[in-house]
């Protein structure tokens, strides 16, 4: 199924407008847990979109491919921003450290190093074929291998920052709470035999 090239232009411009607002809504709450890395994921989403719909409406391959590579500013932080907002909302930021912070981010730089640069070794782009159709002139990015190291990456954090929190261990708060209830147990207990007495 193709969809009209008019409906996505759409959905990428509302998808901007909608990340944008939340971005901002967010940004005023930035002091709440999470709403600091939130603001960035919404203001990630709305460059891949933007992005996404120049790469569309824009003539010209060179043109295209400008506007694929700027996309990669909101593809490639997304999935880090996601991961770091779930940390943040949970309570969990703690855990991730600087080695962590620094090897994330690693990982997208070195992406859009590979994006920015791949005319020089075609990793993840191996070529762009340019075509004319009734909409206009349009290209098929055809991708080369480093495409799959990238959705690993991504994805990878998409799926840790989903994944839920641990639970703290059942028996110990139930080992702590239960002289409290015995407690209260011998105190019925005793409530009821001087009630049966009298």
């Known amino acids: 199924m193709t969809w009209p090239i008019e409906l996505i232009c759409v959905v990428l411009l509302i998808s901007a407008i909608i990340s944008s607002l939340l971005a901002f ?7 709440q847990p999470g709403a600091l890395w939130l603001a960035l994921l919404m203001v990630a989403v709305a460059v891949w979109s933007m992005a996404g719909l120049f790469e569309i409406i824009i003539p010209g391959v060179p ?11 909101g593809i ?5 921003f996601w991961f770091l ?5 949970t309570g969990r930021s703690g855990r991730i450290g600087r080695g962590g912070m620094l090897l994330l981010w690693s990982g997208v730089a070195a992406i859009l190093g590979l994006v920015f640069t791949n005319e020089l070794h075609g990793l993840v782009w191996s070529r762009v074929e340019p075509f004319t159709d009734a909409v206009g002139p ?9 495409i799959w190291l990238v959705m ?13 929190p641990p639970l703290p261990p059942a028996g110990r708060g139930a080992h702590r709470r239960r002289p409290r209830a015995v407690g209260h147990e011998h105190q019925l ?10």
Do not use: E, M, N
Not at 25 to 31: G, L
Not at 63 to 73: D, G, N, Q, T
Not at 76 to 80: C, D, L
């Open 25 to 31: 809504h967010a940004w005023q709450r930035r002091r």
């Open 63 to 73: 043109a295209k491919i400008l506007w694929s590579k700027i996309s990669y500013l």
């Open 189 to 198: 207990h005793r409530r009821l035999q001087s009630s049966a007495r009298d």
């Open 85 to 89: 907002f779930a940390l943040a909302f």
């Open 152 to 164: 690993a990456y991504l994805y990878g954090f998409l799926i840790a920052g989903a994944w839920p």
């Open 138 to 146: 349009r290209a098929i990015y055809h991708h080369g291998p480093a």
């Open 76 to 80: 490639a932080t997304v999935a880090p």
